[in-house]
């Protein structure tokens, strides 16, 4: 028997009606038509999430104090009200199915434009959708949206859903479960759980997202354990790989503007420090960076001093940019659907369209349960093609992302630019949770597909959902850069006025290791950069892998040092550890004093390789402190004290001094300097919102 999927006997066999022999029949029948097993396990459990639903009202409606135990209630007979009642439900079981397999045959599953009410002719609503249409807020503006999915090339299709539409037939719902005899009228009066639940809801407004998310937060981070003060004798060298993310501090911004401080686990220190431009000198001759070094008294704890290493790598002037093989990598799973994901990522890649010229050319590549090429390479001065491809994403369903990145890498590798750009800019939430899923096989595959000497940079977005210990992972494997978008205009920073410092890398594998000197540093401790340490060994090692410079990006850091004799060393806290037993009267608890008349406080080495290059070069500066004090350090050096600070403010660190939101708003204000972007009167912005939020 070949299944109709128009016959009410395919409702009627999903809700356990048939006779055994019927059952039988449409049994072999439904095995046939996987369309038909979709509709069947879809019907199935929304009858029983209906069922739990009706369950849970009753009980409510009948216990008023938490300390009684209900009585088991009585078997009631089947009045006719309440056969009648039950009629009218698989009635509308009926009407829904009939609806599912009409928009399957109509080509797809009709769309939502914002509000997520159904787009019903005039005349047709139901009386609880013209109540909701009365009565609902307008929703957050966003792009149009095509009424139907577009067809990947080199794709596989996805399962069908006749229920993709389902939170909007659950509206109508509402109405006909209170209009049937026996009652149920409080299903009509509170919020129907299972418009958030069913698969494919309508795009959200942020409101709506906030509302559904905020009990289920599955946002990670990876764990931070602050780097400590360490003697100079017997650790004299300090090494660590440079950084240029920036994610933190987006991310951090979009917590205290939502009225929230940020886990602990969610500061980096160093990405909020180089958020930021400081006023560094270009580089000279042929490095492909300028090292600078200079110190201060250090603002949270005096007698100690502030150093800070700056870098300034050489700026490319937009039309010197060379030719650009980029692949968009575009997670367009269904966690991907409200407004601050998908369509903030589909604005944010236009402003990058906008800049583009003949010479580049762009792949879109998505993924969800399946990956597509959404756009084949296409030259940049074709706009509206790939403008079109854009505007044609939709979200829905789970999250392949180790198959989109292999996708993505072929995409750029078969049309790899020798001399050029050749980069996969991948944007999600992180939440890969089909296909290879595991994070260590994910930094696997990234570090093996960075061998084809094609970069990467992440952008997160998403909020709940975010993956950001993913995310960091993957473009630090990836030879790349890690933003997060929290608004279009922290896209048009990254893209825009950005944009060569995210696209154009100047050297990799940019390592940094600092020697102090012992008869002038009794401790020393790097502020950030836990997850870039590197061991002593590794700086010489051309294998080991490290962190990348862009075109015009400015990289600091910052140690924050205890002079000898000064009488707050913290390490002569630290127990100290058992003599050596196999190298004589030698001890690490009392190494031998240094000799010698050095007036150096350190020595900077530093090591990078060319971007298309193996064996790295070395750049060596010195830094003699002159015990200047901090009311005279530069407007940099004086917002960078405070970026760090509020850094450590907001973990609550141990070494966070004796500083407070009041001190940092007062050295930012000092540091503010030209500003020209604003950046810095944003950051002061957000510092006195964080000191409100404590003050609460």
């Known amino acids: 028997m070949k299944i109709n999927l128009d016959d009410h006997k395919l409702t009627a066999y999903a809700l356990d009606e048939l006779s055994d022999v019927e059952k039988s029949e449409m049994e072999k029948a439904i095995a046939q038509s996987p369309e038909a097993q979709a509709y069947v396990d879809e019907l199935r459990e929304f009858s029983l999430q209906l069922k739990s639903e009706y369950d849970t009202e009753r009980v409510s409606e009948g216990i008023h104090h938490a300390n009684i135990i209900p009585l088991a209630e009585p078997d009631r007979p089947w009045t006719p009200s309440r056969r009648l009642a039950l009629a009218a439900v698989l009635a509308f079981f009926a009407v829904i199915g009939m609806v599912a397999i009409a928009t399957l045959k109509m080509g797809g599953i009709s769309r939502f434009a914002g509000s997520g009410r159904m787009n019903l002719p005039p005349g047709n609503e139901t009386p609880a959708q013209i109540v909701e249409a009365e009565t609902e807020s307008e929703p957050v503006a966003q792009s149009s949206v095509p009424a139907a999915t577009p067809v990947y090339a080199n794709s596989k299709p996805a399962a069908k859903n006749p229920f993709a539409d389902a939170a909007s037939v659950a509206k109508s719902f509402r109405g006909a479960v209170a209009a049937a005899p026996g009652g149920a009228s409080s299903f009509a009066a509170r919020q129907f759980r299972l418009e958030q639940t069913l698969a494919a809801p309508a795009p959200p407004t942020i409101s709506d997202t906030q509302r559904s998310r905020q009990d289920f937060n ?76 200079d110190s201060t008294s250090c603002p949270w704890e005096p007698t100690h001093r502030l150093v800070r290493i700056g870098l300034k790598g050489r700026e490319i002037a937009t039309d010197k940019r060379p030719a650009s093989n980029l692949v968009f990598l575009l997670d367009v799973s269904g966690s991907m659907m409200p407004p601050e994901r998908l369509p903030l990522i589909k604005q944010s890649m236009r402003l990058l369209v906008d800049k583009l010229t003949e ?126 978008l929290d608004s279009l205009d922290e896209a048009r920073k990254v893209l825009v006025q950005q944009m060569s410092g995210t696209l154009v890398t100047i050297a990799k594998d940019v390592k940094i290791q600092v020697e102090f000197n012992p008869a002038r540093v009794a401790s020393y401790r790097l502020i950030g950069y836990e997850k870039r340490m590197l061991r002593k060994e590794d700086f010489n090692n051309d294998k080991i892998d490290a962190g990348e410079i862009g075109a015009g990006h400015t990289v600091t850091a910052l140690y924050e040092v205890v002079p000898v004799g000064a009488g707050s060393d913290p390490t002569t806290s630290v127990p100290s550890a058992d003599p050596w037993k196999y190298q004589g009267t030698r001890s690490v608890a009392a190494p031998s004093t240094p000799q010698n008349n050095s007036s150096e406080m350190m020595t900077v080495k530093l090591r990078y390789k060319k971007p298309d290059g193996d064996k790295s070069q070395l750049i060596e500066r010195t830094l003699t402190d002159n015990e200047a004090k901090f009311v005279n350090a ?54 006195r919102k964080a000191q409100s939020l404590t003050k609460g």
């Open 359 to 484: 010479n580049d050319r762009v792949a879109i590549v998505v993924y969800a349960g399946a990956s597509g090429l959404a756009l084949p390479p296409t030259s940049g001065d074709h706009k509206e093609q790939i403008l079109s491809a854009l505007e044609n994403l939709q979200a829905g369903g789970s999250t392949n992302g180790a198959e989109g990145i292999e996708l993505a890498y072929k995409t750029a590798a078969d049309n790899f630019i020798k001399g050029g750009v050749n980069r996969v800019i991948l944007a999600t939430d992180g939440d890969f949770n089909i296909g290879v899923t595991n994070q260590g096989d994910l930094v696997r595959l990234i570090e093996e597909k960075a061998k084809s000497g094609v970069f990467l940079s992440v952008l997160g977005v998403g909020n709940d959902n975010l993956k950001d210990s993913t995310m960091q992972k993957l473009a630090d494997k990836g030879n790349g850069n890690y933003a997060y």
């Open 634 to 687: 530069s407007v940099d050096l004086k917002f960078a004290a405070a970026v760090a600070e509020f850094g450590m403010l907001l973990r609550n660190s141990d070494y966070k001094g004796n500083g407070t939101i009041g001190a940092v708003l007062e050295w930012a204000q000092e540091g503010k300097g030209a500003d020209v972007n604003g950046y810095r009167a944003g950051f002061i912005e957000m510092a």
């Open 218 to 293: 599955t946002a990670t981070y990876d764990h931070i354990e602050e780097n400590p003060f360490l003697a100079a004798t017997s650790n004299p060298l300090s090494t660590f790989s440079i950084d240029v993310d920036t994610a933190s501090y987006s991310n951090t911004r979009r917590f205290i503007e939502s009225g929230a401080l940020p886990p602990k686990d969610a500061v980096r220190v160093e990405e909020m420090l180089n958020y930021f431009s400081y006023d560094y000198p270009q580089p000279k001759g042929d490095d492909p960076f300028s090292i600078n070094l």
